[in-house]
């Protein structure tokens, strides 16, 4: 289903990406899933939640007091934390697919617009997704039964995806920002909540 919608996106915005950012972030991200495809007997899924949804909480946080001081001037797309969040996205991807918010840390400091943004998004992550393909086929993680469950929720997924498309071509950009924020910001208390959940036996 990820595949599929990824690449509707894709096929949205082609026109629409920051070069740079891939070229930076998509290395990155197939070191992290190569971590996390050797690590896989040993990292828990539910630690590496809590980790990702308390950095995206206080991504949420820092960027609100950022915007508040009227300091949240664009950053650039350097090569250092590029490579960092790139790698941590495609280790959180694999292991929890938990990829938005350490790509979200990276690039929505840049207020890029918001096609290209979404544009760039899709692009790294029908790559990330594709390169756990032959990882997840060797750990077994494809069965008839889940394949069977894609294939029927197939076109829900991908009326989805192309309304997400007609909103963002709509959504003013500081409204799109906020928008990905709130957004952030419920997906990593989603995951602390179900985390804290998991470790404690819930």
Known sequence: IMIVQDWVGVYAFRREVSARNLAILAPAALVGVALAFALAAKVSEDVVRLAIGLVALGFVVIMAVRDRLRAAKPTRADVAPGLFWGAIAGFASFVSHAGGPPFLVYTLPQRLSAPV??????????????????????????????????????????????AGVWIVRRVPAERFYNVVLAITFILGAKLIFDAVRALHGA
């Open 117 to 162: 943004f979404a544009g760039t998004s899709v692009l790294f992550f029908a790559l990330v997704n594709l390169m756990k393909v032959p990882p997840y086929l060797w750990l077994g993680q494809f069965s008839r039964a889940n394949l069977w469950a894609s294939l029927t929720l197939l076109p829900l997924a991908i009326l989805s995806t192309l």
